[in-house]
């Protein structure tokens, strides 16, 4: 069992970076649904740059402690608490991925805590907590359950991408982007292109999967778009950053082309005129991850399965980034947010 006490980042305050700050906590106590969990490795999400100036989509309450995804041990687990992750029909399951039975401590998990995170031990929900197969190891598991289930349900639920539409996906070279250029020819997508702000990302993109790779600079990106399709609009945009990369990606879809917002990380908000959708047939879809694990939670397990055992099965790589020392937090924001990195950004809460 765990001491009493551990090592956290704290914020009592919002702010920049700087209110990322170490400090020592009691271990949380689980409530009668929860698992509490030797963290491993926590995940850091652009979501966390989010909520450390309270800007997020869910408002924030102070004292806390960030963090919305673990990796771990459990060492205690509610009694009965059940697991059964399965996937889709047809799907082959990696070895221990999909298996049914009661969560159980000494079990390895994947797990969504909400907050609470970045820290030694963290709670959560005991159905948010999936077992991890043996063939896919931490860093690829954080990278799958938000960023790679992102990636997933984006194709599936938010587009709903037909057999060989064309698909651009923005930001080619981070945590979401980078997995949901690999997913693209493998859930339907005909040519795939990518955005990219340098030349090493670009073709990290291509080597991917991507078809095309260009430059993101919004300025001409409608037009380079449509080139890179072979002339024609494009059918479906994955965009993360809103603000003037929106507004050139909607100009160059077809008619009957959507573009999904999964992220603002530009922090321009954008307006639409409902006659320019009307005059050509565009549409616009939102997509928040949490609501599919909160309304669809088998649509959430269900797409976590497959990427599971697509891993496992080697048809599916995370690029995994940088891992920080927990102390080092803020730092990690700080590249995360001036777009340094590539692939998943990781904290070691222990080093």
Not at 260 to 285: K, W, Y
């Amino acid at each position: 069992m765990p001491s009493a006490s551990m090592r956290a980042i704290q914020m009592t305050e919002f702010g920049g970076p700087e209110v990322l700050r170490p400090t020592d906590l009691a271990v949380p106590e689980p409530g009668p649904d929860e698992v509490l969990i030797e963290v491993a490795l926590a995940g850091v999400n652009f979501a966390d740059t989010h909520t450390r100036t309270d800007s997020y989509v869910r408002k924030a309450a102070l004292p806390l402690v960030p963090g919305g995804e673990v990796t771990g041990t459990i060492v205690r687990a509610p009694v009965g608490a059940r697991v059964g992750l399965s996937g889709p029909a047809g799907a082959r399951p990696a070895k221990s991925a999909h298996a049914a039975g009661e969560l159980r401590e000494g079990m390895r998990v994947v797990a969504l805590t909400g907050t609470g995170g970045y820290a030694q031990y963290a709670t959560a929900p005991a159905a948010h907590a999936f077992p991890i197969p043996d063939e896919v190891d931490d860093e690829t598991a954080l990278a799958l359950v938000v960023q790679g289930t992102t990636a997933w349900h984006l194709y599936r639920t938010a587009a709903r991408v037909a057999d060989r539409e064309s698909v651009v996906v923005h930001s080619a070279a981070g945590g979401v982007g980078s997995l949901a250029v690999q997913l693209g020819h493998a859930l339907g997508a005909g040519r795939v292109i990518a955005t990219a702000s340098s030349l090493d990302r670009r073709e990290l993109a291509l080597g991917l999967g991507a078809d095309v790779a260009i430059g993101p600079a919004p300025e001409g990106l409608t037009e380079r778009l449509i080139e890179a399709n072979g002339g024609d609009p494009v059918d479906v945009v994955f965009d993360m950053a809103g603000g003037d990369t929106f507004e050139v990606s909607y100009r160059a879809l077809a008619p009957f082309g959507r573009i999904v917002v999964c992220g603002i990380s530009s922090q321009q908000p954008n307006r639409i005129s409902t006659g320019s959708l009307l005059r050509h047939s565009r549409s616009i879809v939102g997509f928040y991850l949490f609501h599919v694990l909160e309304r669809r939670p088998d649509l959430f397990v269900a797409g976590l399965a497959d990427l599971l055992a697509m891993v496992a099965r080697g048809e599916l790589r995370a690029i995994v980034g940088a891992t920080y020392a927990l102390g080092d937090a803020a730092q990690a924001h700080v590249d995360l947010r001036s777009r340094r990195t590539t692939g998943k950004l990781l904290l070691d809460p222990w080093a």
